[in-house]
């Protein structure tokens, strides 16, 4: 689903967390978490291969980051990443769809693909006896697909069907055009999925070419974590990898073609109103940018969201839904990237207190900026957020998603060998400082889904108000 793929990149941030030994990128030295040693090896062909051995029941997990995402789709093939990878699985190496799935299926394992703005993720497991084959599964759908034009058309017509379903769903209708209205311009704009006009588009011959330009091993990182011999394991990928041809390809490790995103530009107010009559609630998103997720301010943004809208009862929910009954939910987000991110509130209301709700939410963005918070609330949200990381921690494929999410964004392992360290060091003076940077209360984007007739009185002096057909959305 849409909504699925984009929170992939804000939720691999809740996996940074565990007790490391050093404070340099994982690759560069020894390391482990816990009792579990991690070892590291790049292959010839620039791919990047970590193996932890674990005493758990006898399985293996893998995490396989390939940075190549939606921010690659060239003008009008919005979506081509996506359906790239949606394909790896419908026919590879001469298998069908249904023959791979029962490949992997015979071997009592899985395999999933998803696309994000900055990489595609294979992911997945089998039973520690078949590394082997399980290996080979993966270089088969990753290395070898067929890109089966009967299994493009499929695709093509889920996928658009889906997009234009978002019509009919104000949530994450305003989910999808506030990224698109504050980034607009940059790779990160679109949608993962696309448009349903630039997917219909999309032809077996693009897919082909995408693949080709980009999906290369310089850059890869495969994390496999499971009950095995990790000489064996080395040697299984190795087998299935090594060959893999680094070619002339475009893959920059990590997207470092992409424009960073300025996260103190400047965003002058403005009122984006997507016209939906009919509709008896109103959609609000309150956004700006902020930070990549590789930012020196990332503690404390954690805690300043936290404090404000990150829990059921943060700031945004007390004030919106406990204390004025305006809403069931009022919160706040980051959405941290490799070359940006951007930050948002967001809330629903009836339409008669639509004004009334944005006007609360611009007034604890302004609280937050103006006086520190005090001891009791600090604590509460530090406390919070510490007693959170282990639960990140608990199987194999969340130490393998977690030793590939360390390496892709290239954070300091200090971030985790000491995260309650630095949670808990974060101050109210640094949650003012962050909050006053990057939560702005009067520089801002507004984007609102909503019948205009019935709530236009209400925008007066909010801002240079844009009215968008719900027809005329992509």
């Given at each position: 689903m849409i909504m699925k793929r984009f929170f992939v990149g804000s939720l691999l941030m809740l996996f940074i967390a565990g007790v490391l030994v050093g404070s340099t990128p994982i690759g560069t030295q020894a390391h482990r978490i816990g009792s579990v040693s991690f070892k590291a090896?790049?292959?010839?062909?620039?791919?990047?291969?970590?193996?932890?051995?674990?005493?758990?029941?006898?399985?293996?997990?893998?995490?396989?980051?390939?940075?190549?995402?939606?921010?690659?789709?060239?003008?009008?093939?919005?979506?081509?990443?996506?359906?790239?990878?949606?394909?790896?699985?419908?026919?590879?190496?001469?298998?069908?769809?249904?023959?791979?799935?029962?490949?992997?299926?015979?071997?009592?394992?899985?395999?999933?693909?998803?696309?994000?703005?900055?990489?595609?993720?294979?992911?997945?497991?089998?039973?520690?006896?078949d590394m082997d084959d399980g290996m080979k599964c993966l270089a088969d759908v990753l290395?070898?697909?067929?890109?089966?034009?009967?299994?493009?058309?499929?695709?093509?017509?889920?996928?658009?069907?889906?997009?234009?379903?978002?019509?009919?769903?104000?949530?994450?209708l305003a989910n999808r055009e506030i990224v698109k209205a504050l980034l607009a311009g940059h790779p990160y704009a679109h949608p993962t999925d696309g448009y349903a006009k630039s997917v219909v588009g999309i032809s077996r011959d693009d897919i082909i070419r995408f693949y080709r330009t980009y999906y290369r091993p310089r850059g890869v990182i495969l994390a496999v974590v499971g009950s095995f011999d990790t000489g064996k394991a080395f040697k299984a990928i190795e087998k299935n990898f090594a060959a893999w041809p680094s070619g002339h390809g475009k893959t920059p490790a990590g997207n470092a073609s992409i424009a960073d995103l300025d996260p103190m530009k400047h965003v002058k107010r403005k009122v984006i109103v997507i016209d939906k009559p009919g509709i008896t609630q109103s959609q609000i998103r309150i956004a700006n940018f902020a930070p990549a997720r590789n930012t020196s301010e990332y503690f404390p943004l954690l805690v300043a969201n936290n404090i404000l809208g990150g829990g059921f009862t943060s700031r945004l929910m007390d004030e919106i839904r406990v204390n004025r009954g305006l809403s069931y939910g009022a919160r706040s987000r980051l959405y941290q990237f490799s070359h940006g991110g951007?930050?948002?509130?967001?809330?629903?209301?009836?339409?008669?207190?639509?004004?009334?709700?944005?006007?609360?939410?611009?007034?604890?963005?302004?609280?937050?900026?103006?006086?520190?918070?005090?001891?009791?609330?600090?604590?509460?949200?530090?406390?919070?957020?510490?007693?959170?990381?282990?639960?990140?921690?608990?199987?194999?494929?969340?130490?393998?998603?977690?030793?590939a999410t360390v390496e892709f964004y290239n954070l300091p392992l200090?971030?985790?060998?000491?995260?309650?360290?630095?949670?808990?060091?974060?101050?109210?003076?640094?949650?003012?400082?962050?909050?006053?940077?990057?939560?702005?209360?009067?520089?801002?984007?507004?984007?609102?889904?909503?019948?205009?007739?019935?709530?236009?009185?209400?925008?007066e002096g909010l801002g240079p108000v844009e009215v968008i057909s719900i027809d005329d959305i992509d």
């Amino acid at each position: 689903m849409i909504m699925k793929r984009f929170f992939v990149g804000s939720l691999l941030m809740l996996f940074i967390a565990g007790v490391l030994v050093g404070s340099t990128p994982i690759g560069t030295q020894a390391h482990r978490i816990g009792s579990v040693s991690f070892k590291a090896k790049t292959l010839n062909n620039g791919m990047k291969v970590f193996v932890a051995r674990t005493s758990e029941v006898p399985l293996f997990s893998f995490y396989l980051v390939v940075p190549v995402g939606s921010a690659m789709d060239e003008p009008g093939k919005e979506g081509c990443a996506n359906l790239t990878g949606e394909l790896l699985l419908k026919g590879a190496a001469g298998m069908s769809a249904d023959e791979i799935s029962a490949k992997i299926e015979g071997l009592g394992g899985e395999l999933e693909v998803s696309t994000d703005r900055d990489y595609t993720i294979i992911s997945g497991g089998f039973l520690a006896k078949d590394m082997d084959d399980g290996m080979k599964c993966l270089a088969d759908v990753l290395l070898r697909p067929d890109f089966p034009a009967e299994e493009l058309s499929k695709a093509k017509s889920i996928i658009s069907a889906e997009i234009n379903s978002l019509r009919d769903d104000p949530y994450e209708l305003a989910n999808r055009e506030i990224v698109k209205a504050l980034l607009a311009g940059h790779p990160y704009a679109h949608p993962t999925d696309g448009y349903a006009k630039s997917v219909v588009g999309i032809s077996r011959d693009d897919i082909i070419r995408f693949y080709r330009t980009y999906y290369r091993p310089r850059g890869v990182i495969l994390a496999v974590v499971g009950s095995f011999d990790t000489g064996k394991a080395f040697k299984a990928i190795e087998k299935n990898f090594a060959a893999w041809p680094s070619g002339h390809g475009k893959t920059p490790a990590g997207n470092a073609s992409i424009a960073d995103l300025d996260p103190m530009k400047h965003v002058k107010r403005k009122v984006i109103v997507i016209d939906k009559p009919g509709i008896t609630q109103s959609q609000i998103r309150i956004a700006n940018f902020a930070p990549a997720r590789n930012t020196s301010e990332y503690f404390p943004l954690l805690v300043a969201n936290n404090i404000l809208g990150g829990g059921f009862t943060s700031r945004l929910m007390d004030e919106i839904r406990v204390n004025r009954g305006l809403s069931y939910g009022a919160r706040s987000r980051l959405y941290q990237f490799s070359h940006g991110g951007l930050f948002e509130v967001v809330t629903y209301t009836k339409n008669k207190t639509l004004r009334e709700t944005i006007d609360v939410a611009l007034g604890e963005l302004d609280r937050i900026r103006g006086k520190e918070v005090g001891e009791g609330e600090l604590a509460k949200a530090k406390n919070y957020l510490a007693g959170l990381f282990p639960l990140e921690l608990e199987t194999q494929g969340d130490l393998a998603k977690w030793i590939a999410t360390v390496e892709f964004y290239n954070l300091p392992l200090s971030d985790v060998n000491d995260y309650k360290g630095k949670v808990f060091n974060v101050g109210s003076d640094d949650v003012q400082r962050v909050a006053k940077r990057y939560f702005k209360a009067s520089d801002n984007l507004i984007l609102l889904v909503t019948d205009y007739a019935k709530t236009r009185d209400q925008l007066e002096g909010l801002g240079p108000v844009e009215v968008i057909s719900i027809d005329d959305i992509d």
